[in-house]
């Protein structure tokens, strides 16, 4: 009897020890494969069988940057199926260089269940043969010029976010992306359908890239828009949203600027309407300056060259560790007049004013007033979350010590969030202003250069 029950036991436990693998075999992935047709769609397909009928096939992305994503794949129900998922790029923009992994979850109607392995993907815009130059910290991406001229821009790209990381300590965690489209109907036509046709320039912070309108023909326009962007790129990602969204324009533009060059100069013209704006006494309040810039194409020129001159007069009356202070307490969300009387030991009306006296500019009257919150607002070129356009700087500089230059991009402005992206809330992102007053210094200097 003993033996009996002994050898009833041992073939229960070799029944249910087998039954997993039964139920895991049941399902069979015969293959899976991802293509991608930019700027039209992604194309997620996957072949499987069981003895079964397959019921529910689900695609499940995992997105580097921005989260993950779960969707129901098309497919005929039977014991062989062929299921694909289409991400429409019209519907829900994902802009090149956007990388992932993905797999799917197969289930059929005796309840096996299958989870593939991950396979990784990667957005191209595989219209151009690109040539590439990469670092652990950045990849630059371009088409239009020969090897000397992707090099050149790298080359500059790098040597600023050196000099940023040795100024303030802030690195890179991942490694940013920038592409350069040398044709303005390229780089159009690789946007999202929101995106206005002025723009000239286009941020996708949350990636960590950013698509520019470089010609090859325009060498000089590529060597300041680059590693302006750059700068933007890598202090909004270091200071997430809740740091963003307090960091006052000047600032975010002023060391845009800052390391548009190493070392840093300004160019004569933005020396030249800041001198004036110090002799007419028509500077603009740094309170002012805290938003959004005029969309007065002179006054928005005076607006990015004073914002470098107020960077550059921090830098030099306060200590680099200054700033890095700084970008520490505006990460943390807090308010600019706090932080500016936390690290500097003034608010903005007393940082004014001892900038005011560095480059000899007369004193102004400060009315007593609330501080004012500071507007959202986009990057020079790309790299925020904005709201509405903005126009875009020009020249900056200090009739002092340091002069530094503007980068000849076209004006900032606030790009449209992208609508029904429940993945990548591309919700953030500048755009550059090529066209109407805010762009017209840019473009002048663009022309000058093509």
């Known amino acids: 009897m003993k033996r009996t029950l002994f050898l009833i036991f041992g073939v229960v436990l070799i029944l249910l020890a087998a039954a997993p693998v039964a139920a895991q075999d049941a399902i069979v992935i015969t293959s899976s494969q991802f293509t991608c047709d930019f700027r039209k769609e992604l194309n997620f397909q996957v072949d499987a069988q069981s003895i079964a009928t397959i019921t529910r096939v689900e695609l499940v992305i995992d997105f580097v940057e921005t989260g993950s994503f779960r969707g129901s794949a098309k497919f005929d129900e039977g014991t062989r199926v062929r299921a694909t998922y289409n991400w429409n790029l019209e519907q829900k923009y994902l802009p090149p260089g956007v990388t992932g992994q993905f797999w799917w979850e197969i289930t059929d109607q005796a309840g096996n269940r299958k989870i593939s392995a991950k396979q990784p993907f990667r957005v191209e815009d595989n219209r151009f043969k690109w040539q590439t130059l990469s670092e652990p910290r950045f990849a630059l991406y371009w088409y239009g010029g020969d090897a000397a001229f992707g090099k050149a821009i790298f080359e500059r790209a790098v040597s600023a976010m050196d000099a940023l990381q040795r100024d303030t300590g802030v690195t890179v965690e991942r490694q940013l992306q920038i592409f350069l489209y040398d044709k303005r109907a390229d780089f159009l036509s690789a946007l999202e359908p929101v995106v206005n046709d002025w723009v000239g320039g286009r941020a996708y912070t949350d990636h960590g890239i950013t698509l520019i309108h470089v010609g090859a023909n325009n060498l000089s326009f590529g060597l300041v828009a680059t590693p302006h962007e750059l700068t933007h790129l890598i202090i909004h990602r270091k200071l997430g949203k809740i740091g963003t969204a307090g960091f006052p324009r000047w600032l975010d533009e002023g060391l845009a600027m800052y390391y548009e060059f190493v070392p840093p100069k300004l160019e004569t013209e933005y020396q030249t309407i800041l001198r004036r704006a110090i002799q007419d006494d028509t ?136 609508p029904l992206n429940p993945l990548t809330q591309l919700c953030g992102g500048s755009a550059m202003l090529l066209g109407g007053v805010a762009g017209w210094a840019f473009y002048r200097r663009w022309r000058r250069a093509g």
Do not use: C, H
Not at 311 to 333: A, H, N, P, S, W
Not at 358 to 375: C, E, F, S
């Open 283 to 418: 500077l603009i309040p740094l309170r002012v300056l805290s938003g959004n810039f005029a969309t007065d194409a002179r006054q928005a020129t005076l607006s990015y060259a004073q914002s470098f001159s107020v960077v550059d007069f921090i830098y030099r009356r306060y200590g680099k560790d200054k700033m890095t202070q700084m970008l520490l307490e505006f990460k943390q969300g807090n308010a600019f007049d706090d932080v500016f009387q936390r690290v500097l030991g003034v608010d903005t009306d007393g940082l004014e004013s001892a900038w005011r006296q560095d480059i000899g500019a007369k004193p102004r009257a400060i009315p007593t007033r609330a501080p004012l919150a500071p507007t959202a607002f986009p990057t020079f070129a790309l790299s925020t979350d904005l709201t509405a356009p903005t126009p875009r700087r020009d020249a900056t500089t200090a009739p002092t010590p340091v002069a530094r230059a503007a980068t000849p991009a076209p004006a900032p402005t606030s790009a449209p969030r992208v």
